[in-house]
């Protein structure tokens, strides 16, 4: 999707930061530096512009000089941040090239030189290191207890003789899940449901928001499985009475309740259906929204330290520069302004909140 | 004594000497000025003490005769009445606090801390905010165990005691949810700074760096990401890329001087210094070296913000630079026009504060605050600044500049880029409105508006 070829191309750093409030102590004898250009857009001497401006990556200013102006205006500045060649992207070629099913990765940005240096002197550049011997050597099968751990990729998921139907699957849920996320996984007592089918994309910002679960927003069904073996039931976590099995059942159950495919036919889970970790591995190529998703883009905000006269769009409500306009808590009927309003005035059940946490 | 040393203890005692006769005149002369000197003190200062007392004039003066309270008159309790020591009982209402209605289940839910009763940088260890996702276990540490494993040249498995023989570090760092400011997303909902910006505190940890840790078991070049995982209910797992763990991140076995608490996870919790709370992972009894992340339902299903276009955003580690006022805060009642100190806290997770401006004007003009603390690098930091307040109408907002360059943005930037459906990392400003006065009719009311 992104090339990642490194294009050279000459640029003028100072005919950058022309304009700019921001003075280069070590540029500013008013020689042009010549400098390279990664993918031709990002100056790939940043480490060095950052260093001048005493390590503010994040200063408006430096951004401009190292991504160009466009970066530091809204949507161009998140959207520039998905591609994994730029100094400021979390992101890893993977996440992209390796496709919807491939195990995502993000990274620490390479702008974010200090963190970069502090884990080389701590670590990476430490030659000299002697182990102290305090710690006592122990084998990987001693941890075979211990090691619940099922990655992305499916690497620690149990063999694929062991399994159930889903229909034998489901027995188990109704009778340790369902009282709490509801029998077909619709929530229950205020507890997160499990299977929903709504839209995530906003029309309206006053909206509730939506609700998200396994079907419309997990990026990974092999998630499900690590999640529900390591913590469910609540009361009970890891039950050996469930076992791998079982485990493996109700996440056959839970992706079943979800209407969630395992080929391009769309076929969908049956109840008779063995499921065990091959088949969860099928389930997970195919989850709806893994398409959905992006490394951390933050910030996306770049604003000057503006100490006078600032411009509207950073004052008042919705930016119109009017500080008088503005939202305010719901009032309780004597008046008070008050926080819980349609629970204590009994238009909302309680429980409401858990949804988005 | 060597010749050496002899001449060096001379000198210090000659010029200590010195020192102490010029405190010593110093000091005369001020305690001799309140008698003798007052008026050729006044004279050269120009210190004016009829002028300086002024506000006082026309004030009504007491004039009943003060009596002794029963503390004066009969002793109070000996030692050890409280082997472990306890707040005033007068303090009681100082507590964390949780809205009912959040989590249908006390074991899975948060509480806040009450900060706009905290003072200086440090959150007592009772105080501090608790966030679990499986209830509190109450560990034996001489049961419990730390291993590191996976793509390592050596699997190691460590006592608490181990633990404490290795070098120690002792940092104070803030500690946040990323859902702190979250039920301020669609507009404004609480009254409160304890609810608004409660759910973080700032404590001093004491323990073990990680990547010490880390270079005792080696390892492996293919090993990219580390997976800690927590010894209790919710067995907590998050995935940190190798780069972070070896930063600046470490393995508290203590809190403000004391062990940790069960509440945050005692008897060792992960630190990620400036990274979100999720990652702080409590009861840490392994650390797999892995070379994939792991995609655990903390990292996907949760602590993940989605945006209005239906996209999500994950690995958001960072806590952005935030900012919040705590006096006057809703909290309070303002108590007529005239003068007042704006106090608040601002912390970044990418370094140290470098500058708090405040609005009196809804962020049309600032002025930059002072610290009244020390500032850390990812640690909470104190601003203070006066303020005339004429009784009118006042929108309070504070906005911090950290070492980075970042500038806290207003609201309305961050839901034009973010809608108002994350969840996580509402980082923006807030607004207090300071109703106007008209001679004592609004109470004092301040109010949290959103813009």
């Not at chain 1, 050996?240 to 059942?249: F, K, M, Q, R, S």
Request: hydrophobic residues 35%.
């Amino acid at each position: 999707m992104y090339n990642t070829n490194k294009t050279i191309v000459a640029v003028s750093v100072a005919a950058l930061l022309t304009g700019s409030a921001f003075a280069m102590s070590e540029n500013s004898n008013g020689n042009a530096e010549v400098s390279a250009k990664i993918d031709g857009k990002y100056a790939s001497n940043y480490a060095e512009i950052i260093k001048n401006a005493d390590g503010k990556y994040l200063d408006k200013a430096v951004i401009e000089a190292i991504l160009g102006e466009e970066a530091t205006h809204g949507r161009n500045g998140m959207v520039g941040k998905l591609d994994p060649a730029n100094p400021y992207s979390f992101e890893v070629d993977d996440s992209i090239d390796g496709g919807n099913h491939g195990n995502a990765q993000c990274k620490i940005p390479k702008a974010f030189v200090e963190v970069h240096e502090s884990a080389a002197k701590n670590y990476f550049d430490d030659d000299r290191f002697v182990a102290r011997g305090f710690g006592t050597p122990i084998a990987e099968t001693a941890l075979e207890k211990w090691n619940i751990s099922v990655d992305g990729d499916g690497k620690g998921l149990p063999d694929p003789s062991v399994g159930m139907t889903i229909e034998e699957g489901g027995q188990i849920y109704v009778q340790f899940c369902a009282m709490c996320h509801g029998e077909f996984g619709e929530g229950a007592k205020g507890y997160l449901a499990l299977a929903v089918e709504e839209d995530l994309v906003t029309s309206s910002f006053t909206d509730p928001a939506p609700m998200k679960s396994v079907g419309n927003y997990w990026p990974y069904a092999v998630t499900l499985f690590d999640y529900i073996r390591r913590t469910m039931p609540f009361w009970t976590p890891n039950a050996p009475y469930i076992g791998d099995a079982g485990y493996l059942g109700m996440a056959g159950y839970i992706l079943q309740s979800n209407y969630l495919v395992m080929d391009d036919e769309g076929t969908e889970l049956e109840d008779d259906t063995f499921f065990n970790s091959e088949v969860l591995m099928k389930v997970n190529k195919y989850m709806p929204n893994q398409g959905n998703w992006f490394c951390d883009h933050r910030p996306v905000i770049h604003n000057a330290r503006c100490m006078t006269n600032c411009p509207d769009d950073q004052v008042g409500w919705d930016g119109t520069g009017d500080p008088t306009q503005y939202r305010q808590a719901r009032k309780l009927p004597d008046g008070t302004p008050q926080y819980n309003v349609p629970q204590r005035l009994h238009e909302d059940k309680p429980g409401v909140g858990h949804a988005g946490m | 004594m060597t010749d050496k040393m002899e001449e060096k203890v001379a000198l210090q005692t000659d010029a200590s000497r010195n020192q102490g006769r010029r405190a010593f005149l110093k000091g005369s002369a001020a305690v001799a000025g309140g008698v003798m000197f007052t008026q050729a003190a006044h004279a050269s200062s120009g210190f004016d003490p009829k002028k300086a007392v002024a506000p006082y004039a026309g004030k009504a003066e007491l004039t009943e005769v003060l009596q002794d309270g029963a503390a004066r008159k009969s002793l109070g309790f000996g030692v050890r009445k409280y082997p472990y020591g306890m707040p005033s009982p007068f303090e009681k209402e100082v507590q964390r606090r949780t809205l009912e209605w959040l989590t249908p289940d006390s074991m899975a839910s948060i509480t806040m801390s009450p900060i706009h009763q905290l003072h200086g940088i440090i959150t007592p260890n009772g105080l501090h905010f608790e966030r679990f996702h499986g209830g509190v276990p109450t560990i034996n540490p001489d049961d419990h165990r730390l291993v590191i494993h996976g793509l390592v040249e050596r699997p190691l498995i460590f006592t608490m005691d181990d633990l404490k023989r290795f070098p120690s570090i002792s940092r104070i760092h803030f500690v946040e949810c990323p859902a702190n400011g979250a039920l301020e997303w669609k507009g404004i909902q609480l009254n409160s700074v304890q609810w608004t910006h409660g759910m973080m505190s700032c404590v001093e940890y004491t323990g073990v760096r990680l990547s010490d840790l880390l270079k005792e078991a080696g390892i492996k070049p293919e090993g990219k990401w580390i997976i800690p995982e927590g010894a209790d209910a919710s067995g907590m797992s998050r995935s940190l890329p190798v780069e972070l763990a070896m930063d600046d991140c470490f393995i508290a076995y203590a809190q403000n001087g004391e062990a940790l608490r069960r509440e945050q996870g005692y008897p060792i919790r992960l630190v990620v210094p400036g990274c979100e709370a999720n990652m702080w992972v409590k009861y840490l009894r392994r650390i797999m070296v892995h070379d994939v992340p792991l995609q655990h339902r903390e990292e996907t299903s949760k602590y993940t913000e989605l945006m209005p276009d239906g996209t999500a955003q994950r690995f958001s580690w960072y806590m952005e630079a935030n900012s919040v006022i705590t006096y006057p805060s809703p909290d309070f009642k303002m108590q007529g026009p005239g003068k007042y100190y704006v106090r608040g806290l601002a912390w970044s997770g990418r370094g140290k504060v470098a500058h708090v401006d405040v609005s009196t004007d809804g962020g049309k003009n600032w002025k930059e605050a002072h610290f009244t603390s020390v500032v850390l690098d990812k640690a909470w930091t104190r601003f203070e600044l006066e303020w005339d307040w004429d009784g009118s109408e006042a929108f309070l907002m504070s906005r911090v500049t950290d070492e980075t360059g970042y500038v806290q943005p207003p609201m309305p930037q961050m839901r034009k880029l973010e809608g108002t459906n994350n969840v996580y990392h509402r980082t923006a400003m807030v607004t207090w409105r300071v109703h106007a006065w008209e001679d004592g009719k609004s109470g004092g009311l301040i109010e949290n508006v959103q813009y």
